[in-house]
């Protein structure tokens, strides 16, 4: 079955350093690839999503890229802000049945940007 | 636009008791999720719901049952709460064609 690896549990970043975050992931089916964000309090919101025809995705300032030779994908920051402290969460979308769609999600990377 | 709303915000249970929690969306979406997000584990799907009155199996749904009464809603049954059990229950919908799934705020859940 599909599966994804996210390996950070924490980060802990002071404002303007830059993020890394990396997701490897395993799917026989050509795999659809999102970030989503996770704030206190809240539910996971959708920041990016790539897909492989376009390897790469651009929002608020962060930045997913795909690489399929080593079947990872990784959101990347140059310069965090406080407000970006949160949980970030890969996931991986497979295509079940009908209209299943399921989501593999990774254990998540709580960031934290100290000011 | 539109919102995922799920009740109650917090949940407080003794341990065999069964606990039911609701969550609405008005997005008009056809298929509505329930994870299940333990610190450390990331999101692990319980049940989902393709159409009204629709009921699928996700990796974790031993020890739950789902209605989907009406599109719009669908609701988790914990059949018999685990004693020291604490973990956020996120609902989600999503409509067909698209990838992204909408997750409500979640209800916390603590089983004394």
């Known amino acids: 079955g599909d599966s994804v690896t996210q390996k950070q549990g924490q980060v802990t970043l002071s404002e303007d350093d830059f993020l890394f975050i990396n997701c490897t992931y395993s799917t026989t089916t050509y795999p659809t690839l999102l970030w989503y964000v996770q704030y206190p309090g809240q539910g996971p919101q959708l920041l990016l999503k790539?897909?492989?025809?376009?390897n790469k995705g651009i929002s608020r300032g962060f930045e997913a890229t795909y690489d399929k030779g080593t079947t990872s994908f990784h959101l990347q920051k140059a310069s965090v802000q406080e407000s970006d402290s949160a949980v970030y969460f890969c996931?991986?979308?497979?295509?079940?049945?009908?209209?299943?769609?399921?989501?593999?999600f990774g254990i998540g990377t709580r960031v934290l940007v100290r000011p | 636009g539109g919102i995922i709303t799920q009740t109650p915000k917090f949940l407080i249970g003794q341990e065999g008791q069964k606990l039911t929690l609701k969550c609405q969306q008005n997005f008009n979406h056809d298929t509505m999720y329930w994870y299940r997000q333990d610190s450390g584990k990331g999101l692990r799907l319980i049940y989902y719901s393709i159409t009204e009155n629709d009921l699928q199996k996700g990796d974790l749904s031993e020890g739950y049952d789902a209605s989907r009464e009406k599109k719009s809603s669908f609701s988790l049954t914990v059949t018999s709460a685990q004693k020291n059990e604490m973990a956020v229950f996120l609902c989600?919908?999503?409509?067909?064609?698209?990838?992204?799934?909408?997750f409500g705020p979640g209800t916390r859940l603590l089983v004394l």
């Open positions: 989600a919908s999503r409509t067909g064609g698209q990838d992204t799934q909408y």
């Open positions: 996931a991986l979308v497979a295509m079940t049945n009908s209209a299943g769609n399921k989501l593999t």
């Open positions: 790539v897909t492989t025809a376009n």
